[in-house]
């Protein structure tokens, strides 16, 4: 019979789930009671079903959303702000839908159910997104914690992404931006943008590197249509 047993300490309010059964015992702390709930149903359904006295050694009994919680506890305060922001939603998403599968019976054709799911209504790149943080919880399920033999998200492709939209600036566009780099005063900054936008226009820039960054040239002023750029100093 499984007792749940509720206990409060410095990392806050934890779950320890106490099983007896034939004269063995066996226990384990959960971050939430669902998960102690989920885990001792399993344990006490195993060894129902195997006729043992309760889960032998070596027999994988941690559940998706155990990995889940302990990544959110361990790993993902060391990521930055925006990250956790982004995989603490995920997570929550993929616990709702997969946090009562067993690791060791969780296959890559069910989370390709729910990629597809997801792609009905979310973007390649967001969907992508969502695999990515399962990715990392089970990467470390099975390098740092030794939960899971094998991560199923190998044979599970990521969406083909749309490359983003180019779009280059009008030659109204370019005047304008090298006057206010020119306005600026400040021939570093002069000296990159003149570069990059040479670079869009190189079949109609001569570009004189050897002139450009001469040391004895106080002024040079590459062509560009009939816009010049002065770089340099007085």
């Not at 943080?133 to 969406?159: H, I």
């Amino acid at each position: 019979m499984a007792t749940i047993v509720t206990r409060k300490g410095k990392r806050g309010v934890r779950y320890q789930v106490r099983i007896h059964r034939h004269g063995m015992k066996q226990s384990a702390t959960f971050a939430t009671r669902d998960a102690a709930r989920t885990w001792a149903q399993m344990v006490e359904g195993y060894a129902a079903a195997h006729g043992a006295g309760l889960v032998p050694e070596g027999v994988a009994m941690h559940t998706v959303a155990e990995a889940i919680e302990r990544y959110r506890r361990e790993v993902l305060p060391r990521k930055g702000p925006g990250t956790q922001q982004g995989y603490d939603g995920h997570l929550r998403w993929w616990r709702r839908r997969l946090g009562s599968t067993l690791l060791a019976d969780l296959r890559s054709s069910e989370i390709l159910v729910h990629r597809d799911r997801l792609a009905r209504h979310k973007s390649p790149a967001t969907v992508n997104r969502y695999l990515a943080s399962l990715s990392a919880v089970l990467s470390a399920a099975m390098l740092d914690w030794e939960w899971l033999e094998a991560s199923p998200m190998a044979r599970v492709r990521a969406l083909p992404e749309p490359q983003g939209r180019v779009r280059y600036l009008s030659d109204e566009e370019r005047v304008r931006l090298l006057e206010a780099v020119q306005a600026s005063h400040e021939p570093a900054l002069a000296v990159v943008v003149w570069l990059a936008v040479a670079a869009c226009k190189q079949d109609d820039v001569g570009l004189q590197t050897a002139t450009l960054f001469d040391p004895h040239s106080v002024r040079t002023k590459p062509p560009l249509g009939s816009q010049s750029l002065q770089i340099g100093s007085d």
